[in-house]
């Protein structure tokens, strides 16, 4: 039977907030607890399977590699197939790594697992809404060939280290204690290499720079990461590899600004324009034109919204809205005969109030009769 999809295991949406998760999972948690239900077994499933999606979700890590690659992203193999080695033409932008950051080890398993790496990666905007294929190329240790990792020279086999005869632990008694540690001639291994491999020193682990395609999913978000499981660093003497995190940055756009699915922009209109009505283009993220009606008496500050012009959704969701922000550009420049238009029509403007017809500067007026109230209480 495939297995449910997290989100719809605990009721929410793909882009709940984490509160949401945390809340939807105490209510299946309550409602289908053993206590409460004993003896049904299917509640006893749901609880199960509700726990299970909340481990995931909770972590924004874990929740980061399900989006991106659903359950296999947990079944030890999650997909970023390998690409081969050779020239990316992608810019090395490979900033840091550091080891184990998530502190696991494989359980029982007595040679260590493989680091985690980190990779830095940023993107444009357009690419976030686009999504895109990239290559990466990642300084990194894979197994050693010649010895297919396990440290031995070719034709001989590790054995059993004889100090502790492989169980990688001493013991010791000293007067009432017995004191365990790790073998100091296999290092915890349980197996010596007597003849090492040359090409790894024996570690079974060489330095090269792999390249990795990596697709960035439409939709993605700034801080956003993705797992490639299994591209981090070989684990010691053919133990399994970490994983790969690819934390993603979205860089500033020079026109845009981006809040979730939906994208800003502050539009600059001309003062004419904005008095008499008009129509402008703006570019949209996609790279097409809108074209926009400004109403006749435009201000500063109005808003409109452009209905599925914004960012594409993550996991397919619908498009989100671009918002537009009129800014009224005051002339400047103006030449004499422009700056004596301009006073005329100025001379134009009646007095308000008492016969003298409807304002052409209401807010201002409005503004400044209320300071004037307040400066005549202030003189009683
Ligand atoms: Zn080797
Ligand atoms: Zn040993």
Redesign the pocket.
């Known amino acids: 039977m495939a297995k449910q999809d997290f989100y719809d295991v605990l009721g929410v949406a793909q882009n709940s907030s984490a509160d949401e998760i945390k809340k939807a999972y105490r209510k299946k948690a309550m409602q289908y607890h053993p206590d409460r239900n004993q003896g049904d077994d299917a509640a006893e499933q749901k609880f199960k399977e509700a726990g299970e999606a909340y481990d995931i979700l909770k972590d924004e890590q874990k929740r980061a590699a399900y989006d991106q690659y659903g359950h296999a992203a947990f079944e030890g193999n999650g997909g970023g197939g390998g690409g081969g080695f050779g020239g990316g033409g992608f810019a090395d932008i490979f900033d840091e790594m550091f080891g184990d950051f998530s502190g696991r080890q494989q359980a029982g398993g007595r040679a260590s697992r493989g680091s985690d790496l980190r990779y830095n990666l940023e993107i444009s905007l357009d690419d976030a809404h686009r999504g895109r294929e990239t290559r990466i190329r990642v300084p990194t240790s894979v197994n050693?060939e010649?010895?297919s990792?396990?440290?031995a020279k070719k034709g001989t086999q590790p054995s059993t280290c004889g100090t502790c005869q492989g169980h990688g632990k001493v013991r010791a008694s000293q007067g009432f204690f017995t004191i365990e540690r790790t073998c100091p001639t296999c290092h915890g291994e349980g197996r010596v290499i007597a003849s090492p491999?040359g090409?790894?020193s024996?570690t079974?682990a060489?330095r090269k720079e792999k390249t990795l395609e990596v697709t960035i999913p439409e939709g993605v978000e700034d801080g956003m990461r993705i797992r490639l499981s299994g591209e981090g660093e070989a684990g010691g003497r053919g133990a399994p590899p970490g994983d790969l995190y690819i934390f993603i940055a979205v860089g500033a756009h020079p026109l845009f600004q981006r809040d979730g699915a939906d994208i800003f922009c502050a539009v600059p209109i001309p003062m004419t324009t904005a008095a008499l009505g008009g129509s402008v283009e703006v570019p949209s993220i996609d790279g097409s034109r809108a074209k926009v009606t400004i109403p006749v008496g435009a201000q500063s500050g109005h808003r409109m919204r452009l209905r599925g012009k914004g960012m594409s959704g993550l996991h397919g969701e619908g498009r989100g809205d671009m918002y537009i922000d009129l800014q009224v550009e005051t002339p400047v420049n103006l030449t004499k005969e422009q700056k004596a238009k301009l006073q005329d029509f100025q001379d134009t403007l009646k007095p308000t109030g008492k016969g003298g017809g409807k304002s052409t500067s209401p807010e201002s007026e409005g503004f400044f009769s209320k300071a004037k109230e307040l400066w005549d209480d202030l003189t009683d």
């Open positions: 050693c010649t010895c990792g396990s440290g491999c090409d790894c024996g079974g060489v």
